[in-house]
């Protein structure tokens, strides 16, 4: 407490004085930091955690101005500050929406309570990775158009609302099934995520590249274009050529072959479950 009065006192603020803190105010804190934990665990889910980011950059910006005491600065926020919250608002109004709907059905802390799983298992990845390189093969035999994401760090819940939810294991069987021509679910994309088919035909932006080959058709784009919003795996199976390809941070690797594929997700499943590893172990050393 010392430190804290003499600290503000360098600050020239001489008329601190430190709050009395009762059991009550305690657990007023502690109430709103889980609610305010809950609400930034959900923006994860959704690509709105790119723009959360954005805000508390302005934020910290705002608190080096507030010490420096950049007067021209702290003007200019305190002025706008009315316009950026009508911002955030239309910003983020799908989410706002999302959040009111599950608070109205009744699910709204069954939503926040799910926590992240640990380290991806790996005979249930590689398992994952066969069963997908097995239905592209038969699939691009058979000139049967695909299109599947295999989710990575970057959550696509914006991109899986657009479709149906299946919550199954990932088959070879159930993926030929699903991209079978004139089946109810054979149009649109399928979202794997943890090793389970999260969703079918989902709606995926298409690619505003002017570098895409006019031979390409919208499938191929709707991949390019998925892949420069997420960090998410898409391969495709091309309906005309039955060519497999893949896209990945806006490149897409086309005329794979089935052990080229493999090899790609098998490289990229590794490295991520690695990655995860290391964040659980250092969230259990702390």
Partial sequence: MEFIR??????????????????????????????????IFWIKETRAWALFKGILVIFAFAAIALVLRLNTILWILSNTISVGIIAIIVV????????????????????????????????????????????????????????????????????ERTGIPIDAVVTNQLLINIFEHNTPLHDGAVIIRRNRVAAATCFLPLTESNDVSME?????????????????????????????????????????????????????????????LMLWKGRLGK
Avoid: C, W
């Fill in 6 to 39: 003499r600290l503000f006192s360098d600050l020239g603020i001489t008329d601190f004085a430190m709050p009395s803190v009762g059991i009550f105010d305690i657990l007023d804190i502690i109430i709103v930091a889980y609610i305010l934990y809950k609400i």
């Fill in 92 to 159: 983020f109004q799908p989410e706002m929406r999302k959040a009111l709907e599950q608070l109205g059905k009744g699910r709204f802390f069954s939503y926040f309570a799910k926590m992240d799983a640990s380290a991806e298992d790996e005979k249930s990845a590689a398992r994952t990775i066969d069963e997908i390189v097995k239905a592209t093969d038969k699939m691009g035999a058979e000139r049967t158009g695909a299109l599947i994401l295999i989710e990575q760090d970057v959550p696509l819940g914006d991109l």
């Fill in 216 to 276: 390409l058709g919208t499938r191929h784009r709707a991949a390019i274009g998925a892949s420069e919003v997420s960090d998410a795996l898409v391969i495709v199976v091309s309906e005309e050529t039955g060519t497999i390809s893949m896209a990945k941070g806006g490149t897409l690797y086309r005329n794979l072959s089935s052990e080229t594929l493999r090899s790609m997700l098998s490289h990229t499943s590794q490295h991520s479950s690695k990655r995860k």
